[in-house]
């Protein structure tokens, strides 16, 4: 009998899905459901999607709330505290310049983010292939919580220094390193794996909204009660993650027969990523977008050089990925009956390059407003299906580790890609440096598509890394 999480489906004994109580039931064919239930739900007798009703959804799938408890817990939970951890970076990084007076000790803000959330991750994600997952997420969502409370008795009692804003944002990150791989690698205990594109969909959601709408919320609360107002409804909103954590059951690895019970290793990690190519591909695609189409540095003097506007243009040319994005998460109900997930990375990731490169060719705020929006759709098909196929492929004993490598990359990819638009730029041109980058990243892609040719052919049906 196997541990809570079983997801054995069709095989020589018998078994099926079922969700994380522990067992796993003997197959049988489930009762009769009357057509109008079936009609209505969109789910078939044998609980996949009806064929008929999926070719007519247009909005995000909502089936992973309505069929797991825990997962709705989850996913709500990471919704309220991914708002409140985007409105106090923001409250932090005005409480720096409001000491400082520097945009420079705002940038450090940063930095000091970066560094550990990538120095961590890989750690991270050991971490959560060996504990129990329900305890390393609650832990880091405790920290998590502890930390806004610092915060905001600091600002009650007017205790304003830099230095200690830069500490809270590092041990941040650190607890953000533990938190992200355990709650990741969860989400395919508790629900069957059709469900993944559909999860991960809603993921997008809570993300892109909380980009989006956080710094804003932040900055009223900071104008209106201060930056302690900010952070204690931070504090406040951790308190949903912290309840969904602990409803969970226990989410312990499970270990391939024979594997013993040594310690999970970082390094055991890449070596298993070294020798499956099609998760190594989900990865360089990625890299493809973010470190050679990434013009997001370039949009201070795009505003200015090429629509003649301010620091608002410069505003409505970040949000327009974050808009795309979001539509294409809310958009995203056929993404369900999507099975070659590989061939839908690829199409979505030069999708995206040839949107940044138009956009490079645009004049008109509001053409090349639409490029990006394109853009950050793209993408979060991109995404979708590339942590679809992380979770799907990956033995559970190597989850978080994988999840681990994602942070990573996911973190240091925009930065990477930051670094190199403006160096190019400096070079040469903004022109070249945006136009540019979105051909690289197309031929880049195509390159790696003919020399992996199996990615094009990953079928969601039999995962394989």
């Known amino acids: 009998m196997r541990r809570a999480g079983c997801r054995?489906?069709?095989d020589s004994a018998g078994r099926r899905w079922s969700p994380p109580t522990g067992k796993c039931r003997p197959s049988r064919r489930p009762p009769e459901l009357p057509s109008r239930v079936r009609k209505k739900t969109g789910v078939?007798?044998?609980?996949?999607?009806?064929?008929?009703?999926?070719?007519?959804?247009?909005?995000?799938?909502?089936?992973?709330?309505?069929?797991?408890?825990?997962?709705?817990?989850?996913?709500?939970?990471?919704?309220v505290s991914w708002l409140g951890q985007a409105m106090t970076a923001l409250a932090i990084s005005l409480q720096v310049y409001?000491?400082?007076?520097?945009?420079?000790s705002v940038g450090l803000v940063g930095l000091f983010s970066l560094v550990p959330l990538v120095g961590f991750g890989l750690y991270g994600g050991a971490i959560a292939d060996t504990v129990d997952?329900?305890?390393?997420?609650?832990?880091?969502?405790?920290?998590?919580?502890?930390?806004?409370?610092?915060?905001?008795?600091?600002?009650?009692?007017?205790?304003?220094?830099?230095?200690?804003?830069?500490?809270?944002?590092?041990?941040q990150a650190v607890c953000a390193a533990l938190n992200h791989p355990a709650r990741l690698s969860m989400i395919p205990r508790l629900l069957p794996p059709e469900q993944l594109p559909a999860a991960n969909a809603l993921s997008s959601v809570t993300t892109t909204a909380g980009t989006m709408f956080g710094p804003m919320l932040g900055g009223l609360l900071v104008g209106f009660w201060g930056y302690q107002a900010a952070y204690l409804i931070d504090a406040a909103a951790f308190s949903a993650s912290l309840y969904a954590m602990y409803r969970l059951p226990s989410?312990?690895?499970d270990r391939a027969e024979g594997a013993g019970t040594k310690r999970a290793s970082v390094l055991d990690g890449?070596?298993?990523?070294?020798?499956?190519p099609n998760l190594r591909m989900t990865f360089f695609t990625d890299m493809c977008a973010m470190v050679l189409a990434h013009p997001?540095?370039?949009?201070?003097?795009?505003a200015v050089l090429w629509f003649g506007g301010d620091a608002k243009t410069t505003g409505l040319l970040v949000a327009a990925p974050a808009i795309g994005a979001l539509l294409g998460s809310v958009f995203s109900g056929w993404l369900g009956r999507i099975r070659r997930h590989g061939l839908a990375i690829l199409l979505?990731?030069?999708?995206?390059?040839?949107?940044?490169?138009?956009?490079?060719l645009t004049r008109n705020l509001w053409l090349g407003m639409l490029f990006l929006a394109l853009a950050g759709c793209s993408d979060t098909v991109s995404m979708v299906f590339r942590s679809t196929m992380l979770q799907a492929a990956t033995p559970d004993d190597m989850r978080g580790r994988l999840q681990g490598v994602f942070i990573v990359v996911v973190a240091g990819g925009p930065r990477l890609g930051d670094f190199t638009a403006g160096a190019v730029a400096d070079l040469t041109s903004p022109q070249l440096a945006i136009t540019g980058g979105g051909v690289a990243c197309v031929i880049a892609v195509g390159l790696l598509a003919l020399k992996w040719r199996r990615f094009a052919h990953y079928d969601a049906r039999s995962p394989e890394a």
């Not at 064929?51 to 309505?66: E, N, V």
């Not at 409001?98 to 420079?104: H, K, N």
């Not at 890449?270 to 499956?276: D, E, I, N, P, V």
Request: charged residues 15%; hydrophobic residues 50%.
């Open 8 to 10: 054995r489906t069709g």
């Open 44 to 79: 078939d007798q044998d609980g996949s999607a009806d064929i008929g009703q999926g070719r007519q959804r247009i909005l995000a799938d909502l089936t992973p709330l309505r069929t797991s408890v825990d997962y709705r817990r989850l996913w709500v939970g990471q919704t």
């Open 98 to 104: 409001d000491i400082t007076g520097s945009a420079f």
């Open 133 to 171: 997952r329900r305890t390393l997420g609650l832990a880091s969502a405790a920290g998590l919580c502890l930390l806004s409370f610092v915060l905001a008795a600091a600002a009650l009692a007017g205790f304003h220094r830099v230095w200690l804003l830069y500490s809270i944002v590092a041990l």
């Open 251 to 253: 989410m312990k690895p």
């Open 270 to 276: 890449l070596r298993f990523l070294a020798t499956r």
């Open 296 to 302: 997001r540095a370039l949009f201070p003097a795009v």
């Open 348 to 360: 979505a990731v030069a999708s995206w390059g040839t949107a940044i490169a138009v956009f490079g």
